[in-house]
């Protein structure tokens, strides 16, 4: 690690960017423990300064790829790739949104952790969580959740346990790291659509390029609220598809009610009386969410169809359908 440090930690004028296979050499040290906790500290730091160029983000995104046990499936979903370290200033929507895009015919898989820096925000299994469904704890309950839900949810300690196991030191570092960058790459379902979220906009081509190398064709990247994939509720909010562009407008969304600090109890709440055909404050947020789900799966690229078949879905009680199939078949096992 020493050998690393030099290269990248002798000053703003002396410093240059590691190769992808440096990198690579560089992140297995330490997922394999050869490096010492005052020599990963230092190497966290100094990427951090300087930040990580996308040769290393893939070097970095190599190693751990390595160590994923994927899960084998002819149904190629959308994968989710949003921040682990979850929500903590607006309302979570996913957990409603999801469903009423595999109500419309989607599958969409995701991935995550909990208790994740720098943030420590409340991921979105965490509300699914409280809406009555469990967290799947083996890939045949991943499996038959997917294929017949039309969702399926791979949690980080079973799919790259040697990335969860450096969770405590990532908690004890306390700032973001790379980790926070490559772990939403990780592609656990080895699909080739991926939809994220980020803060920066300078991060919309890196994840493009992360993604490719990920294994991703298509690709769906915009800036987000707070890092996830559900669009701001006060302004617009462009998506960039390849070389296509989608803009979405927040009509019908009030935005007092989005950014917000709820509890997750009332959260889980607010999903669950959207997916009954309850709501009337936060529906309409849900169902542009699920449109840009439905864009970035594949099934158009137009938002207004989009839109109409997420309201089918809902108005029909697919989603509705949908979820319960989850909650039981989680359940279950």
């Not at 004028?13 to 050499?25: M, P, S």
């Not at 009423?100 to 299994?125: F, Q, R």
């Not at 980080?156 to 980790?179: A, C, S, V, W």
């Not at 927040?250 to 309850?278: W, Y």
Request: aromatic share 12%; with cysteine; net charge neutral.
């Amino acid at each position: 690690m020493l050998e690393y440090l030099k290269i990248i930690g002798i000053g703003k004028k002396g410093a240059v960017d590691l190769t992808v296979d440096q990198a690579y050499e560089a992140e297995k040290m330490i997922l394999d423990g050869k490096a010492t906790d005052i020599q990963t500290g230092a190497f966290w730091s100094v990427i951090r300064y300087k930040y990580a160029s996308i040769e290393e983000l893939k070097g970095f995104l190599k190693a751990n790829m390595e160590n994923n046990d994927f899960l084998e499936t002819g149904i190629k979903p959308l994968d989710i790739a949003i921040n682990y370290d979850g929500k903590n200033r607006t309302v979570h929507i996913l957990p409603a949104s999801i469903f009423i895009a595999s109500g419309a015919g989607a599958y969409i898989s995701g991935h995550g952790a909990e208790d994740v820096p720098a943030k420590y925000g409340t991921p979105y299994h965490r509300i699914l969580e409280l809406m009555g469904c469990k967290t799947p704890q083996s890939k045949e309950t991943i499996l038959k959740s997917l294929e017949m839900s039309g969702f399926g949810f791979y949690h980080q300690r079973l799919f790259n346990k040697k990335l969860y196991d450096i969770l405590p030191k990532r908690r004890e570092f306390g700032l973001r790291t790379y980790h926070n960058t490559i772990e939403r790459m990780l592609n656990p379902f080895k699909t080739d659509k991926v939809i994220t979220g980020v803060s920066h906009p300078p991060y919309i081509f890196k994840y493009f390029e992360i993604g490719k190398f990920a294994g991703f064709k298509r690709i769906t990247v915009f800036k987000s609220l707070e890092g996830g994939v559900e669009p701001f509720p006060n302004h617009e909010t462009k998506i960039f598809l390849g070389d296509n562009e989608v803009i979405v407008y927040p009509e019908g969304v009030i935005k007092e009610f989005i950014l917000r600090r709820i509890s997750t109890e009332e959260n889980a709440e607010i999903c669950l009386s959207i997916l009954k055909n309850e709501d009337q404050k936060y529906t309409n947020f849900a169902l542009l969410t699920a449109g840009i789900l439905l864009i970035g799966y594949g099934l158009t690229d137009k938002l207004d169809e989009a839109l109409s078949l997420a309201e089918e879905s809902l108005k029909s009680g697919k989603a509705l359908e949908k979820f319960k199939m989850y909650a039981k078949i989680t359940g279950e096992g």
